[in-house]
């Protein structure tokens, strides 16, 4: 078997793109698979601060990979964390992709895993032109999303919209994150659709980061991942103020609205402690500091019933307790293993929620079930097998494989 990866994010960055896909194909090459990764040269801003920038790759010649795997780069566009910024990344990468995938030996299979968008284009390309059968790997709910986040206004689809549902339709299979969404597809005629959700490697699965003990200080509240326009921090913003000195509220991370996130805490007066983005030893610091991790995501985007936000395994793994501002599948599952409190996306009721967390600390011990359900469930090597075997179903039922 050899299989043909088409991703915007790989080795050495760490997002979670790239452990979800370091570890699958991890997975492939134990089963004895070839595997070929077409990705851009690493994002210095992805990668830790020790790795290099001859770690970071380089779009001349093929790398051998920490798994086995060959990884063939293209060039990398540096891009602000705006909207346009990164599409022209994007959109210049996956371009570039196609060529750099021809390069590679005939595949089994291709798969494309999307976002970056303009992925999903290149690997149809790819497949077609090696006549190989077309995984594509949706890790978010698009196009939905792109309507919920106003990139298409108008009454009638765009071509972006138009592009997705075209491949998606057409591909050989498509793989989601959830079942919420495979549902979805499905309703819209794709052909075949299944779930492997997002994990965490057991074997990595970090020891408990233990509650401080109470003590007559503030509650202490950790968000730490992407400032975007998704997760709606606004209202974490709001609630640290009213819960006053109750409350230190901490905020880890980058994206496009961090700016504007810093200048509205400034403008209502809201004590909040932003921080950069973090890596190993500096995030665990962070959760050891934390007595409730938060898990948000706005709550007037229809698509984000479907959505369970990759870090949501991360904070079950570690054993915090978490304020779920999340609804749909995602406060279903949180509140099914008992390690959060699903709260509603109102300044109200979150500083609500925090005030009582400080007067009963109690509540912050949650029980061991929600990291029993990682393992269970989550675990990146069984998930890696179940899309192994998705693979091999899918390539001895295709003649061309």
């Not at 190989?132 to 765009?158: C, E, F, H, Y």
């Not at 779930?195 to 490697?201: K, M, R, S, W």
């Amino acid at each position: 078997m050899r299989v043909l990866l088409l991703t915007h994010s790989y080795q050495p960055e760490v997002t979670a793109p790239q452990r979800r896909w370091g570890a699958f194909v991890g997975e492939f090459r134990r089963r004895g698979w070839e595997c070929d990764v077409v990705t851009p040269v690493a994002h210095p801003g992805l990668a830790p601060a020790s790795v290099s920038r001859a770690q970071r790759g380089t779009v001349l010649g093929v790398e051998r990979g920490g798994r086995g795997e060959w990884i063939r780069r293209v060039p990398l566009i540096h891009h602000t964390e705006g909207r346009l910024s990164k599409l022209a990344s994007n959109l210049t990468s996956a371009v570039l992709m196609v060529p750099r995938a021809l390069t590679a030996p005939r595949p089994d299979v291709v798969v494309v895993t999307v976002p970056a968008l303009p992925n999903i284009a290149a690997g149809y390309a790819v497949a077609r032109l090696r006549r190989s059968p077309l995984v594509v790997d949706m890790r978010d709910a698009w196009p939905d999303l792109a309507r919920d986040a106003q990139i298409v206004t108008s009454s009638r689809p765009g071509l972006m919209e138009r592009v997705l549902t075209f491949v998606q339709r057409r591909a050989d299979l498509v793989v989601t994150v959830t079942e919420g969404f495979a549902d979805v597809l499905r309703g819209r005629g794709a052909r075949r659709v299944e779930t492997v959700y997002n994990g965490f490697p057991a074997d990595q699965l970090p020891a408990p980061v233990p509650s401080r003990e109470p003590v007559a200080e503030p509650l202490r509240v950790l968000y730490l991942g992407n400032h975007g326009e998704s997760q709606g921090l606004e209202k974490l913003i709001d609630a640290a103020r009213l819960a006053g000195d109750r409350v230190r509220l901490r905020l880890v991370g980058n994206g496009a609205r961090k700016a504007e996130l810093e200048a509205y805490a400034r403008r209502t007066g809201a004590d909040v402690d932003f921080q950069p983005p973090s890596h190993g030893e500096e995030t665990l610091a962070h959760y050891t500091w934390a007595d409730t991790c938060v898990v948000s995501l706005r709550d007037d985007w229809r698509s984000f019933e479907w959505t369970i936000p990759s870090k949501t395994y991360e904070l079950l793994a570690i054993g915090k307790h978490i304020t779920a501002v999340v609804r749909g599948e995602a406060a279903r599952l949180l509140e099914g293993t008992g390690a959060a409190d699903v709260v509603a996306p109102d300044p109200d009721a979150i500083a609500a929620l925090w005030q009582d967390l400080a007067d009963r600390p109690q509540r912050l011990a949650v029980p061991a079930s929600g990291r029993a359900w990682v393992a269970e469930n989550c675990d990146l090597r069984r998930l890696g097998r179940r899309y192994a075997d998705l693979i091999e179903t899918l390539t001895r039922g295709n003649p061309a494989a």
